[in-house]
């Protein structure tokens, strides 16, 4: 059984040694009636050892594509090892957050009982549109309205956990509201706003190569949904910053 805490669990059966480690994955995934879409973690479910096992599983399906597009790894000495640099950068470094369990973040007792706007931000932000795989680089800026019963935490885990939640392949839209859920989850404040601004390559490097165009959204809740002020109050104090 996969540790729902997103921790490895113990090795795989020996009898399961032939069967490919993503369909044994997968298979678990499914069994347990989970999701595995390209924004969705599945740490939970992979067990130890297996993700290194999948990075050569990649590398392998990385190389047939090379072999597709007519590219001759085998004398070509700038894509011989392509394949390998490949599934390892997807596995452990810009689909990272598909794979990994969530950052460990402590969570603080709001002993001085903050009430008052705080805003982090801008955050650098990595990471890949789901339609064509090319890369999003942005910023993510996150308001917080606490109230004397929320947890606070430290200024670095707002990074930590952006990174984890963009590093998968994803539309713009949903990875905020992903992020937004999971700091209101941990947090519980009186409102809670993020804001992203980023380039899309699915649009620079591709099709209609466009340059130029971004794109920014955010999501509100709690009392900024409720109270314009504030509202206005946080979009004002990034109006300055997003240039």
């Not at 996969?2 to 069994?31: E, F, L, M």
């Amino acid at each position: 059984m996969p540790n729902q805490a997103g921790a490895p669990g113990p090795a795989s059966p020996v009898a399961n040694a032939g069967t490919p480690v993503a369909d044994r994955i997968r298979d678990r995934i499914r069994k347990a009636r989970g999701r595995f879409r390209a924004n969705d973690n599945i740490a939970a479910y992979i067990e130890t050892g297996e993700l290194e096992q999948l990075r050569q599983e990649v590398a392998d399906k990385i190389e047939g594509v090379l072999q597709a597009l007519v590219i001759d790894t085998a004398s070509d000495h700038n894509t011989r090892d392509t394949a390998r640099r490949v599934a390892k950068m997807y596995l452990m470094e810009v689909f990272a957050g598909r794979y990994a369990p969530q950052p460990p973040v402590t969570e603080f007792p709001n002993v001085g009982r903050l009430n008052e706007l705080m805003i982090v931000g801008p955050i650098k932000v990595r990471s890949a549109c789901s339609h064509h795989l090319c890369p999003i680089i942005g910023r993510v800026w996150v308001g917080v309205m606490p109230n004397e019963h929320s947890a606070l935490i430290g200024l670095s885990k707002y990074a930590r956990l952006v990174e984890w939640v963009m590093t998968r392949p994803q539309i713009q839209e949903e990875a905020i509201t992903e992020l937004a859920e999971l700091l209101q989850d941990k947090m519980q404040p009186d409102g809670l706003a993020v804001v992203m601004e980023a380039d899309h390559y699915c649009m620079h490097w591709r099709g209609v190569k466009d340059s130029e165009s971004k794109m920014t959204n955010s999501v509100m809740r709690g009392s900024f949904l409720k109270n314009p002020d504030l509202r206005r109050e946080f979009l004002s104090l990034l109006a300055g910053r997003t240039k």
